[in-house]
């Protein structure tokens, strides 16, 4: 299991309210991790991306969340390039909601 870095905890602190994120902390590392398709546990840099890419379309709703992990289990590339991380490595990092 890939741990949350601490700049995906801060993001999701910003789009979530407090009551929720437990559950969207849980969401991101049981669900959207190293048990994407085509991803191991040494790639920690890719699943960060998918990770934000996930949060930057759930714009802080749960339901949202859910179906872009759903989205993202089934092809994370999609979700890359709905967020617009997929053709820059570091793209990601310079969103900040």
């Known amino acids: 299991m890939i741990k949350l870095t601490e700049a995906t905890r801060e993001r999701l602190r910003r789009l979530f309210p407090q009551a929720q ?6 969401l991101l590392r049981e669900q959207c991790g190293d048990n994407l398709p085509l991803v191991k546990a040494t790639s920690k840099d890719l ?16 339901n949202q ?17 709905a967020a617009g991380f997929a053709h820059r490595l ?5 969103w900040n909601p």
């Open 47 to 62: 699943v960060e991306r998918v990770r934000f890419a996930v949060l930057k379309l759930s714009h802080g709703d749960m």
């Open 90 to 94: 570091t793209a990601h990092k310079e």
């Open 65 to 81: 969340l859910q179906r872009h992990i759903k989205g993202a289990r089934h092809d994370w590339r999609d979700v890359l390039m």
């Open 21 to 26: 994120w437990s559950a969207v902390e849980d």
